[in-house]
């Protein structure tokens, strides 16, 4: 094998491994059919529920979120759900920080997705995103973590990328 083609398949390898991370994330549920929104089928509330408070501009605005750590809990995350209370969320918990991407397949109410460095920083929100879009909203840079919040309230409390997170599984500082 010659050393062009060596490096043509290093980069075919190292385009569809970008591909994969980019789109195999859990939280995509690729391999959840599609449902009709009167029959959707999604997982049950996450307890028990945990802290998560957000430092902003605007102060200090404290969450309930569930937490989906496990490949189940996040490939279905807030799929059906009818409503999502004002306080409540989902975190979403990943081994590493990479580029993700997020879509709404089964997912019935438009959400802001938090995108959050392995820092406890946001690095960026996808905000008012569709209710069953799956064109895919996709971080700004790598995440490590992501916060599914109810359309809206990432504006409401005046929440930017560069804001502090703070959860028991986020580092401290």
Not at 19 to 44: E, N, T, W, Y
Not at 54 to 72: L, N, Q, S
Not at 127 to 143: F, I, K, M, Y
């Amino acid at each position: 094998m010659s050393i062009a083609s060596t490096a043509r398949g290093g980069l075919i390898a190292l385009a569809a491994a970008l591909v994969f991370s980019a789109f195999s994330a859990p939280a995509l549920a690729q391999d959840i059919p599609r449902m009709d929104p009167k029959h959707c089928k999604g997982q049950a509330e996450i307890t028990p529920l945990e802290p998560l408070s957000v430092r902003t501009d605007k102060g200090v605005k404290t969450f309930r979120v569930e937490i989906a750590d496990t490949p189940r809990e996040q490939q279905y995350g807030l799929m059906c759900r009818r409503s999502l209370a004002p306080d409540r969320g989902m975190l979403f918990l990943f081994g590493a920080e990479t580029p993700r991407v997020f879509w709404m397949r089964n997912t019935l109410i438009p959400l802001d997705i938090v995108y959050i460095g392995a820092n406890g920083r946001v690095v960026s929100i996808s905000r008012n995103v569709r209710p069953l879009d799956e064109s895919g909203a996709p971080s700004a840079g790598p995440a490590r973590y992501v916060l599914e919040l109810a359309a809206g309230r990432a504006a409401e409390i005046g929440l930017l990328p560069g804001d502090r997170v703070t959860h028991r599984a986020m580092p401290r500082g």
